[in-house]
């Protein structure tokens, strides 16, 4: 009888003991539920800001670019229009603070882009240096064109001819000469008289 006691203590203090390590293991596993779900955050966090970062990255390049090209141009036609100025290379590259090479390529590269803008008229609008040409293209192609010339007129003048000459009876020696009796003229008038003196 006395032995029964002692053994549900046992039991007791097993179940105790393990009741505290389940609480540890839970309370452990909470920890790991924790930093596992922090972990994946961050990772998600780092994903968006690296693809953010990306696209970001990928519109300055674009920017870049445009501007580079357009400045580059820019330079391109600055060197030419110093050449024009009937001076060496050497010369120019000194004024300009580039090397000799560097003139040089900048005009062949000018020329080329003039060339490639006489094959593509429509590129000027894309060049500064060469906009006004461009206007003047685009207002040329956009002058309606002149109206032909109506045949009709033209050929009217020619079509019309010189009204036949009246005919003309010479008077007899020593007589009036007959004038043509002209339209709403008295001789033309029913029952109409000449006044006075006309004959004469």
Do not use: C, H, W
Request: glycine share 4%; hydrophobic share 40%; aromatic share 2%.
């Amino acid at each position: 009888m006395a032995q029964k006691p002692q053994r549900k203590s046992k039991a007791v203090l097993a179940r105790e003991a393990a009741r505290e390590k389940a609480a540890r293991f839970r309370e452990r596993e909470n920890d790991r539920l924790r930093i596992a779900e922090e972990a994946i955050l961050i990772q998600e966090e780092i994903d968006d800001f690296d693809a953010e970062t990306e696209r970001r990255v990928a519109k300055l390049r674009e920017e870049r670019n445009s501007q580079l090209v357009e400045k580059r141009q820019r330079l391109d036609a600055l060197v030419v229009e110093m050449l024009d100025t009937e001076i060496p290379a050497q010369e120019a590259s000194e004024r300009l603070g580039m090397s000799v090479g560097q003139v040089r390529a900048a005009k062949k590269s000018f020329e080329q882009m003039v060339a490639a803008l006489a094959e593509n008229p429509a590129d000027d609008a894309t060049t500064p240096a060469s906009a006004p040409a461009a206007d003047a293209s685009a207002g040329d192609a956009a002058a309606p064109p002149a109206p032909p010339a109506d045949e009709t007129d033209t050929a009217a003048p020619a079509a019309q001819s010189t009204p036949a000459a009246e005919s003309y009876d010479f008077p007899p020696p020593g007589g009036s000469p007959a004038v043509p009796a002209q339209e709403g003229s008295p001789e033309n008038l029913q029952n109409a008289t000449l006044p006075p003196g006309a004959a004469g």
